[in-house]
Nanobody, 115 residues
Framework: QVQLVESGGGLVQPGGSLRLSCAASGSIFGISAMGWYRQTPGKQRELVARITRGGSTNYADSVKGHATISRDNAKNTVYLQMNSLKSEDTAVYYC?????????WGQGTQVTVSS
């Protein structure tokens, strides 16, 4: 099994930046990819960015150019750097790990973009 702990959410002004962190523990050797998803009330959870074990990345069109996913293998941590934040980036952000045929989720961290 895999445990995921997110951190780094909070209140940020429009145009500001934020870095989310997701620390993985447990049976991490089986993780093939990790990603960040976000969800707002009444909407489905949507992919923000994903990075595979091989380092390949993909992003939602809505964040291309102002989000970067990266990882530190030594720390078993994945990061999501978001710049030029807009009000529409407000959501609960969830870390995700794909582990064999199972998916694990973190508890979520709130990001609010507001002046």
């Amino acid at each position: 099994q895999v445990q995921l702990v997110e951190s780094g959410g909070g209140l940020v002004q429009p145009g500001g930046s934020l870095r989310l962190s997701c620390a993985a523990s447990g049976s991490i050797f089986g993780i093939s990819a990790m990603g960040w998803y976000r969800q707002t009330p009444g909407k489905q959870r949507e992919l923000v960015a994903r990075i595979t074990r091989g380092g390949s990345t993909n992003y939602a069109d809505s964040v291309k150019g102002h989000a970067t996913i990266s990882r530190d293998n030594a720390k078993n941590t994945v990061y999501l750097q978001m710049n030029s934040l807009k009000s529409e980036d407000t959501a609960v952000y969830y870390c995700n790990a794909e582990w064999y045929r199972q998916t694990y989720w973190g508890q979520g961290t709130q990001v609010t973009v507001s002046s």
